[in-house]
């Protein structure tokens, strides 16, 4: 790409927010012929779960079910298709933040806030 070309905002397709393609949190995807740009990688892996619920026209589009996940380090619930805090992968599991401080928090000492979400 040229230097002086710039990729207009794109929408995450998942959660609907708006993305800068250039330096997108979450990645890109493509599908069909078609590039696909992430706030975070929970909504991409979200979208390679299940493309179909997410591309086309809007009467093929299937609904998707509202989940629910807690966000250890401040207890908040966060929709786990759209946590703006983002994803964090220990030990084979997903974990999923409200906030970006959450996930660095966690980041820095996961077996603290897993411990203490287990009492």
Same mark, same amino acid.
């Given at each position: 790409?040229?230097?002086?070309?710039?990729?207009?905002?794109?929408?995450?397709?998942?959660?609907?927010?708006?993305?800068?393609?250039?330096?997108?949190?979450?990645?890109?995807?493509?599908?069909?012929?078609?590039?696909?740009? +992430?706030?975070?990688?929970?909504?991409?892996?979200?979208?390679?779960?299940?493309?179909?619920?997410?591309?086309?026209?809007?009467?093929?589009?299937?609904?998707?079910?509202?989940?629910?996940?807690?966000?250890?380090?401040?207890?908040?619930?966060?929709?786990?298709?759209?946590?703006?805090?983002?994803?964090?992968?220990?030990?084979?599991?997903?974990?999923?933040?409200?906030?970006?401080?959450?996930?660095?928090? +966690?980041?820095?000492?996961?077996?603290?806030?897993?411990?203490?979400?287990?009492?």
């Amino acid at each position: 790409m040229n230097p002086s070309e710039h990729l207009k905002p794109a929408v995450d397709p998942v959660c609907g927010m708006i993305v800068d393609p250039e330096s997108c949190a979450g990645g890109t995807y493509e599908h069909e012929g078609k590039t696909y740009y +992430f706030c975070n990688t929970g909504c991409r892996e979200e979208f390679l779960f299940g493309p179909e619920e997410y591309v086309g026209p809007v009467e093929r589009r299937t609904e998707r079910p509202f989940i629910t996940v807690l966000d250890l380090v401040c207890g908040m619930d966060v929709d786990a298709h759209a946590c703006e805090g983002g994803t964090y992968q220990y030990k084979g599991q997903t974990y999923y933040f409200c906030d970006p401080r959450c996930r660095e928090a +966690f980041a820095k000492d996961p077996e603290k806030y897993i411990k203490a979400g287990e009492l």
